[in-house]
């Protein structure tokens, strides 16, 4: 398959591992759905001149199962059947866990583990057949 038929989402792709995934992918000539909470304007230009008209941008919440799903829908519409779907987006807080409010703890827990749960929920029907889902996490998850 050519690089140019490889349609590559990835969610976190706003910053971090996500956003250099995100470059490589373009770089290499794929098509790249980039979703994220909050997308730079300086992102968008970056993958925009990586990838053209090729890239689809969406600020979306991965805890949103329901607007993921939209979402993933349009990128397919747009793009085509997935080839690779990549879930980055994550979040840690830093700090004991005796000084964790349930609210801060719950958030880290809807959006690393029910978010690769709603992303994976929401790709999967959509992707190509030999397709890859790839569900990103850092050792910070193994750091009590």
């Keep these: 398959m050519s690089e140019r038929q490889q349609v590559v989402v990835i969610s976190g792709g706003g ?10 992918f373009a770089d290499e000539g794929a098509r790249v759905a ?3 909470l909050t997308i730079s304007a300086e992102v968008r230009a970056q993958i925009g001149a990586l990838a053209g008209s090729e890239a689809v941008f969406h600020e979306v919440d991965v805890r949103d199962a329901e ?3 939209q979402r993933i829908s349009e990128v397919a519409d747009a793009l085509g059947a997935p080839t690779l779907a990549i879930n980055c ?3 840690q807080l830093a700090g004991k866990f005796t000084d964790l409010s349930a609210e ?4 880290v827990l809807d959006i690393n583990l029910l978010g690769s749960r709603h992303f994976a929920a929401a790709v999967l029907p959509h992707m190509r057949r030999q397709g890859r889902l790839v569900l990103v996490a ?3 998850g193994l750091v009590p």
């Design 138 to 140: 850092s050792l910070a």
């Design 34 to 36: 980039v979703l994220d």
């Design 89 to 91: 987006a994550g979040v």
């Design 15 to 24: 910053s971090g591992i996500g956003l250099f995934l995100a470059r490589h």
């Design 104 to 107: 801060q703890f719950a958030r």
């Design 67 to 69: 607007v993921l799903s």
